[in-house]
């Protein structure tokens, strides 16, 4: 997927109601996670790995650290440079 057209979020859109399962992609455009939901101010839940949820862990990251965007269907996701490895190796995140 060729991110370069696609529109980034602006501050005030960074809300559960737009981000919340937004696919996360990582370096070379793999899939890595989606978001589970929002955490205090700022921050992500992110579900690495597992098959339709079953099985992923939630991870923690702060949203400045994600670049999200909208591509040419409306659809909410985001890119970052962390592998899904990288992920997996982040401290659970238990609400």
Known sequence: MDHANH????????????LEGATIY????EKIGSVDHMHGSGKVVIDVGGFLGIGAKPVAVAANELDFMRDEDGDVH????????????MPEHRD
């Open 7 to 18: 529109v980034r979020l602006r501050p005030a859109e960074l809300t559960p109601d737009t």
């Open 26 to 29: 990582g370096p070379n455009d």
């Open 78 to 89: 985001a890119v970052t440079s962390w592998t899904k490895d990288q992920l997996k190796a």
